[in-house]
């Protein structure tokens, strides 16, 4: 995946919808095609079927049996930290018995809209809060969480 975000065309697509009014759903279809061909299945249903919370579904979910685990994918933009999706995403992949492993991506720069001059910087921001869950007694089972900027 990183040296598919890495691809300057990759980048320039992603560029050309990371902008104010436009949507993460817009973001993940820059990646869509790359993510399936890694056997990314997007919006994998019945994950959390145990859960009160049956409807929950990540972007994107890949299953790796023969580690017995799976790595759940996340885009995000403008909701990352307002609306603590970050938070939600590393939750889901807490939760979630057939994956450890967290792939988030996230706006290394983001404005919201035309009129606003506010520019936020939700990458920097996730960057520093992720790490309390891998530290002394907030461990969770998560085993890995790779953040990704776009």
Same mark, same amino acid.
């Given at each position: ?16 919808? @990371? ?121 969770? @089972? ?9």
């Amino acid at each position: 995946m990183l040296l598919h975000l890495r691809d300057p065309e990759a980048q320039r697509l992603i560029d050309e919808v @990371n902008q104010p009014g436009r949507s993460s759903g817009e973001v993940q279809a820059t990646i869509l095609g790359r993510a399936a061909s890694l056997g990314f299945r997007s919006e994998a249903r019945g994950l959390f079927s145990d859960y009160s919370t049956p409807g929950l579904r990540p972007d994107y979910f890949l299953e790796l049996p023969a580690h017995e685990t799976g790595i759940l994918l996340e885009v995000e933009r403008g909701k990352t930290t307002i609306n603590n999706m970050d938070l939600l995403d590393f939750w889901k992949c807490h939760i979630c018995v057939t994956a450890d492993h967290l792939f988030l991506m996230v706006p290394q720069r983001l404005q919201q809209n035309l009129d606003a001059s506010r520019i936020t910087r939700p990458f920097d921001y996730v960057k520093k809060r992720l790490p309390t869950f891998f530290s002394g007694s907030n461990y969770t @089972n998560v085993r890995s969480a790779w953040l990704f900027g776009y």
